[in-house]
């Protein structure tokens, strides 16, 4: 069957600028993951969704940064007012969720910021 | 918050031999999860193993097994019988096994990259 799909693979944009992120989770998976990676490091927390309601978004850096996911199936990660900082891998992942369910990644987006 | 510290940035080893990739963490919770993860260059995370911190036994995945030590907070992956397509980064991550809004959260290692000679 079909694993989490993220779009696009790779986006390159100017400083300032507004981006969004999509990722499709696997069908029927109800918990939805959001995480960074930098260069070097390993992926760092941004936000979890169950459902459609977002269940912990602590690990959002700032304001600029938002995710949605209306129906409780795809999900949009928003950047605004983009900076060089943000230039990162974007990963999204989904479960079935439950502690005991085991998460499954997509492929991310490389976001670059020029 | 937890932390998770992986001390060897890059390994390698010879087609066929064993190799062991090391991993510390820190918590004050008695109860969660440990994991392997394994990152090639097309960039998903693929699941290795995970371990259970209440169960004693040792997981084991094939050539893959860990050894957990939790009173030491240590747990490392042992790779038998390394094959050319295990070459990729291995992150180290921890996952609370509490209820409510940090159920989703993994803390990742910063990885170690594993090369295989032939």
């Known amino acids: 069957g079909a694993g989490v799909s993220q779009t696009p693979s790779n986006k390159v944009t100017e400083k300032g600028k507004y981006v969004e992120l999509r990722c499709d989770p696997i069908s029927g998976h109800t918990a939805l993951y959001w995480y960074r990676q930098s260069l070097g490091q390993g992926p760092e927390f941004l936000i979890y969704f169950q459902g459609t309601g977002a269940a912990d978004d602590s690990g959002l850096p700032n304001d600029r940064f938002f995710a949605v996911r209306p129906e409780g199936s795809v999900s949009t990660l928003k950047i605004q007012r983009t900076e060089r900082g943000d230039s990162a891998v974007y990963l999204c992942?989904?479960?079935?969720?439950?502690?005991?369910?085991?998460?499954?990644f997509g492929n991310g987006t490389r976001l670059t910021v020029t | 918050a937890q932390t998770v510290t992986q001390s060897q940035p890059e390994m390698s080893v010879q087609e066929a031999e064993t190799v062991t990739l090391s991993c510390t963490y820190d918590t004050s919770e008695s109860d969660y999860y440990l994991f392997w993860y394994k990152q090639p260059p097309s960039r998903q995370m693929i699941l290795v193993i995970r371990q259970e911190a209440y169960k004693q036994q040792n997981a084991t995945e094939n050539r893959f097994s860990v050894n957990f030590q939790k009173a030491a907070k240590s747990f490392s992956l042992k790779i038998s019988d390394s094959q050319l397509g295990d070459a990729a980064m291995y992150f180290c991550a921890y996952r609370s096994s509490g209820r409510g809004s940090t159920l989703g959260r993994l803390y990742f290692g910063r990885g170690t990259q594993l090369t295989v000679w032939p």
């Open positions: 992942a989904s479960s079935l969720g439950g502690i005991r369910a085991p998460l499954h």
